[in-house]
């Protein structure tokens, strides 16, 4: 017939009936309109056609999703999330307002609010993007939705077969890699190998039908291009005048600061600690201190996906979906003798789980009712080959984690806090039912979301302590090193964060058909925001006037004044920190003109008000704080590199929290408004469409968005400027 039905779409089909004899055949005949006269918001459809042919590197379905205009990506999520992760802002939102369902149910990490795991694009049937006026049935994200299915099996058996190869022979290389022992610049080793396939067919004819696919990567990567600079023989003897010469400094001369003459310091004055580590560096033949290196960057991934559906009957279906994905990546420092800086780069052992369940039942010709019932389960297992820690270089400073210790020296090398062991784990279990009624000129549509998740976040990026050299005492960080003069350190206990929580949504829905050129599009949603429960209680509020009032905390006797834990008077019930929100009511509404009543020509406007709910991760600021991980932020301690403490006594770790707990100097605390509000997005659109001939039509949009009440840190005692004249406290 030419009509196609895609993803999350209620066409109009104007169709032509003949009145015919008794011996005369009836035909009825209609085409996929181009033009959408029905809907108010805009939406986009990037079927199988594009998903599987058009190029694309990696083969990440999430990078069509810019195809759908008013969309740019903006980050990837980092080592503490699922890979596979993106950022994007569609028509303005924030990058993390992107609502993903597939096969119906909710496909979002709720640790960092993007997509979970996408399926590889050979079992991905089709998706809509829908960027601004989204219907009351879109909630917990605000500012677009994406829309996916999987493939199903038929009638036939159909399969594939695919082989995807990337190799370093075929490469051209890199002009700043390390000359190898034929003189040669080495590559980069690459080969990267995906493979995998698809198959689907019947199990019982017109009753039961199969799909399933698997896709597997294997990437061996050894880029020979790494540069980092280190202490040469002449730095670690005090002489810095080739280092600081305009050879090694892009054509500018450099001169150490902090009362040093002639770009050279006297070895006496090096820290042992600083010494201690750069003797574990490589060596720089180089008098700038260059090194050139070659790392790895090796991993294994897969994804499998099944899918069974039943037709039980004309008007009942059932299927279930199961899909796993895992990475597996070895870290790159192998230990020993191996080049330490190359434990940047950590291991990984991943895994994801995603089961959807599905039931579709049709109540005679105006009726349809859709239970979705689902289970999301991620874990990521971050890891490091140990390499030395505070302990090991004569610091005092109390390690909670051997082996490892974050450290940033910028323009010379780093080996970054997202490099240390941390393990996170998240469940998510969801059941949502959705009722359609077709009364009249009215589509209704009612219907409920509820889900639970549970998560326990494990991370050590500050157990060994954050150290930071930015060359503030000499000019150079290197020098600042030898030195021991480190601008900051940041130290405390490993994060423990376990999360609970819950999300209820309910909403209503009318697509009124007003007249044969006009419809209005009605929604309104309610989804109360209950925040996110820490059950160890690892949570806290501060009340300013309980601080000017110098009232202390009766859980934590010894906690600055102001700061409220559970259990103490003036702290909301729960384990929260917030006060729940119930008054969160969502208005949409839109309007549809089919300008000349033939299809051929729509304006289309909607306004639409959203909010967004914020990631499980925000309680990491908590749970790091003291008394619970004992966070303190040092800045340029007398003490030096050696002895970061020295000024308040000696390093107070490792800390026991209970009831009499002291508080360390220094310590870092940030605190949540316990009557903060969910972030809000508007958002707003006019559409003009226009079809020409059969198979041409065009469209113009003009998007607006608003957002506001977004969560960020703030300062409640930040400095005042007061001028560049003579001090007024003096």
């Known amino acids: 017939t030419g009509i196609v039905l895609q993803v999350a779409a209620t066409p109009a089909i104007n169709v032509v009936l003949a009145v015919g004899s008794l011996e005369e055949t ?15 918001g805009i939406s986009d459809v990037v079927d199988n056609e594009r998903i599987v042919e058009l190029p694309l590197q990696g083969r990440q379905v999430t990078d069509l999703i810019v195809l759908a205009g008013a969309a740019v990506q903006t980050g990837v999520v980092g080592t503490r999330n699922f890979s596979g992760g993106v950022n994007i802002s ?4 924030v990058p993390t307002g992107v609502g993903y369902l597939l096969d119906g149910a909710t496909h979002n990490s709720p640790q960092s609010n993007v997509n979970l795991p996408m399926p590889f694009p050979d079992a991905l049937q089709e998706f809509r993007v829908q960027t601004s006026g989204l219907s009351a049935q879109n909630g917990m994200h605000a500012a677009a939705s994406v829309n996916a299915i999987t493939k199903s099996g038929t009638n036939n058996f159909h399969g594939i077969g695919f082989e995807f190869l990337r190799d370093h022979r075929l490469n051209s290389k890199s002009p700043f890699a390390a000359i190898g022992a034929d003189g040669k610049r080495q590559d980069d080793g690459l080969r990267r190998n995906q493979f995998g396939g698809t198959i689907g067919g019947p199990i019982a004819r017109d009753k039961l039908f199969f799909f399933g696919g698997y896709q597997g990567t294997r ?4 880029p020979a291009d790494q540069i980092a600079f280190v202490p040469s023989a002449a730095m670690l003897a ?103 800086i190359k434990a940047a780069n950590s291991g990984l052992n991943n895994l994801a789980h995603a089961l959807t369940l599905g039931d579709t ?56 806090a997202g490099s240390t062991a941390a393990f996170f784990r998240n469940n998510f279990y969801q059941a949502a039912d959705d009722l359609t009624v077709v009364r009249g000129s009215h589509q ?83 989804e109360p925001y209950f925040g996110v429960n820490v059950d160890n209680n690892a949570v806290y509020n501060f009340n300013i006037d309980n601080f000017r009032r110098g009232i202390r905390s009766k859980v934590f006797v010894n906690a600055p004044a102001g700061l409220l834990y559970p259990g103490d008077d003036g702290f909301p019930s729960g384990k929260t920190g917030l006060n729940k929100q119930w008054t969160n009511f969502s208005p949409r509404a839109g309007v549809a003109w089919d300008v000349t009543g033939d299809g051929r020509m729509a304006l289309r406007a909607s306004y639409a008000l959203a909010y967004d709910f914020m990631s499980s991760d925000y309680h990491q600021i908590n749970s790091s704080a003291p008394p619970f991980g004992n966070r303190s932020l040092i800045t340029d301690p007398p003490g030096r590199m050696d002895d970061p403490y020295a000024a308040v006594g000696g390093d107070p770790d ?49 998007i607006g968005s608003y957002s506001d009440r977004l969560w960020a840190q703030a300062s409640i005692n930040a400095g005042i400027y007061i001028g560049l004249g003579a001090c007024p406290l003096r």
């Open 90 to 93: 569609v028509a303005g939102g």
């Open 444 to 526: 209704l549509g009612i219907g409920g979301n509820f889900a639970y998740w549970n998560g326990h976040y494990n991370s050590s990026s500050r157990a060994a302590g954050i150290w930071i050299f930015d060359g503030s005492a000499s000019g150079l960080g290197l020098a600042d090193l030898l030195l021991g003069r480190v601008t900051s350190v940041e130290h405390g206990g490993p994060q423990d964060v376990p999360i609970r929580s819950n999300y209820l949504g309910f909403y209503g829905q009318d697509t009124w058909r007003a007249s044969d050129h006009v419809t209005l599009n009605l929604g309104l949603r309610w």
């Open 26 to 40: 009836v035909s009825v005949e209609g085409s996929a309109p181009l033009v959408d006269v029905k809907s108010a």
């Open 361 to 416: 039942m049709v109540f005679g010709p105006t009726v349809v009712n859709a239970i979705r019932v689902a289970y999301n389960r991620t874990t990521v297992n971050r890891y490091n080959t140990r390499y030395f820690d505070p302990s090991d270089l004569g610091i005092k400073l109390y390690p909670y984690v051997r082996g490892q210790m974050a450290i940033q020296i910028p323009g010379a090398w780093e080996i970054p």
């Open 219 to 222: 990437l061996r990567f050894r």
């Open 238 to 340: 005090g002489d810095f005048t080739a280092f600081t010469s305009p050879a090694c400094n892009g054509g500018r001369q450099v001169n150490l600061g902090g009362g040093f003459i002639g770009n050279r310091i006297n070895p006496a004055l090096f820290s042992p600690a600083g010494m201690n580590l750069a003797r574990r560096l490589p060596t720089a033949t180089d008098p700038c201190g260059q090194i050139t290196y070659a790392t790895t960057d090796d991993s294994n991934e897969g994804q499998g996906i099944g899918r069974i559906d039943y037709q039980m009957t004309a008007d009942h279906s059932v299927f279930g979906r199961y899909m796993a994905t895992f990475v597996k990546k070895a870290p790159a420092y192998q230990g020993g003798s191996d080049n330490v």
């Open 654 to 702: 490792p800390i026991v929290t209970n009831r009499d707990v002291t508080y360390p100097a220094f310590g870092s605390f940030g605190t949540m408004n316990p009557d903060i509000n969910s972030p809000r997005v508007q958002n707003w659109n006019v559409t003009f469409e226009r079809q020409f001939g059969a198979t041409w039509g065009v469209a113009a949009s003009c």
